[in-house]
């Protein structure tokens, strides 16, 4: 009989979208979350290989498991998640303690090791069954997979081509989230605004977010990540125009030499990225827009790094988040191109990022100082209640607020990470 279930997630919002799923699908079969692996009849390790330290904290994961296994042969195991391709006889025979692998979002095997064959075991999306809610905020998937196949990056190999949900299907779930005090949607793609191009109907982006902003008790609508090609003006021309839609971007540009971009087949120029800020800027001047960064790829010379370094001084993001490259086995840098920065150059570059980084978020903060800003309480951490800006800031409150409420904060302190505030209007709803 299979009652309790420990579920370990890693990696990006997507997969704690998929987790939140099928912990979803549990529940209804009546079985119930444990915290202890020890306890539980069924363990699923929802999986990313993205960086290699996200997979080797599922080996430690795996080599739990097994001591486990090994004193209770029927305990369940499965493997899900970004560590998991298309063929799996390697890992069958490297971890033979698992029952079941499964790709992301291919909830079908798991449910049935849990049930049995049964009518509704998943499918693309599992549109019969919503991730149940644990607080005002929560992730809607609306696009899986990616086409771009750069050139550093598993994504598309696990997770398959773009595929959309149809328009229909994220309203409904939407709906079902207000109904349950959700205030917030953050709509997920892995190229998020690739939305819609494979649905009969071609609707975009832009389109789902107006049938959205009719949505009755949802107060904001997010959206990532972004793909600057896909961007279109007509997407940001919703974004600027629906009150709902918080001007807030996340938009990579993993590098700011044209040789590197090209090496990576991002698809884009650097002035084309450029641009696309200057676009974002010139229709939202006041839009929070955070960056992803790669230092030390493949051949990426002293140069290349002072044309990303330079380019992050120029555009002055919110925030940036920066890796050092590790070859990711299975994809196309893995593949064709020698790991040839050494270590100490890429923990340099890396550093220097991060010290940039710091003094502009800091400075990029300090203008927030003595704003009021609407705040959306995301929860209470000791007796402090916390949430964030329209364009994504963490805010952390000195007086009382509910949580799903939103509150006018006036800022008295910032820091690189966070500001902290005090609200103006405490217990006021929406
Ligand atoms: S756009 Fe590139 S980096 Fe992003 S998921 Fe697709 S292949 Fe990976």
Redesign the pocket.
């Given at each position: 009989m299979i009652e309790k279930y420990y579920l370990w997630t890693v990696g990006c919002q997507m997969n704690r979208a998929d987790s939140e799923k099928l912990a979803a699908g549990f529940t209804r079969l009546e079985m119930s979350e444990t915290q202890d692996m020890q306890e539980a009849d069924i363990v699923v390790l929802n999986t990313c290989s993205v960086r290699q330290h996200a997979e080797d904290r599922a080996y430690s994961q795996l080599g739990r498991v097994r001591q486990l296994k090994e004193k209770r042969p029927e305990l369940k195991v499965a493997v899900m998640g970004c560590m998991v391709g298309l063929r799996t006889d390697d890992l069958r025979k490297r971890f033979p303690q698992v029952d079941v692998f499964a790709r992301p979002q291919e909830f079908g095997p798991i449910m049935e090791l849990v049930e049995g064959p049964a009518e509704d075991l998943g499918g693309e999306f599992w549109p019969s069954t919503y991730a149940v809610p644990d607080g005002p905020t929560a992730f809607v998937p609306v696009v899986h997979g990616?086409?771009?196949?750069?050139t550093?990056?598993i994504?598309?190999y696990r997770r398959g081509r773009e595929k959309s949900r149809p328009l229909a299907d994220v309203v409904r779930e939407c709906a079902y989230l207000a109904a349950q005090g959700v205030r917030e949607v953050t709509l997920l793609g892995?190229?998020v605004e690739a939305y819609g191009h494979d649905l009969p109907e071609q609707p975009d982006l832009g389109d789902l977010m107006r049938e959205l902003q009719a949505l009755e008790g949802i107060a904001r609508i997010r959206f990532l990540?972004s793909?600057p090609r896909d961007m279109t003006g007509r997407i940001l021309e919703a974004v600027a125009g629906l009150p709902r839609v918080m001007e807030s971007f996340s938009l990579?540009v993993?590098s700011g030499s044209d040789a590197v971009l090209e090496s990576m087949r991002?698809g884009y120029s650097r002035q084309e990225f450029v641009d696309k800020i200057a676009e974002v800027r010139t229709l939202m001047p006041a839009a929070g827009i955070t960056t992803d960064v790669i230092v030390g790829y493949p051949g990426e010379s002293d140069a290349d790094f002072q044309q990303s370094f330079d380019l992050l001084e120029e555009l002055r993001f919110d925030k940036v988040h920066v890796a050092a490259y590790s070859p990711r086995p299975g994809t196309i840098a893995w593949r064709t191109m020698e790991d040839d920065i050494p270590a100490e150059t890429k923990a340099e570059r890396l550093h220097r990022v991060e010290e940039l980084e710091s003094r502009i978020s800091q400075e990029i903060n300090n203008s927030y100082l003595g704003s009021v800003q609407p705040v959306l309480i995301e929860g209470i951490k000791g007796d402090q209640p916390f949430g964030r800006t329209e364009t994504g800031k963490l805010v952390h409150l000195e007086s009382p607020a509910r949580v799903g409420s939103i509150v006018d904060v006036s800022i008295d302190h910032a820091g690189p990470w966070a500001l902290r505030g005090t609200a103006v209007n405490a217990l006021q709803l929406a």
């Open positions: 990616c086409n771009k196949f750069c550093y990056c994504v598309p892995q190229t990540t793909y990579p993993q991002r």
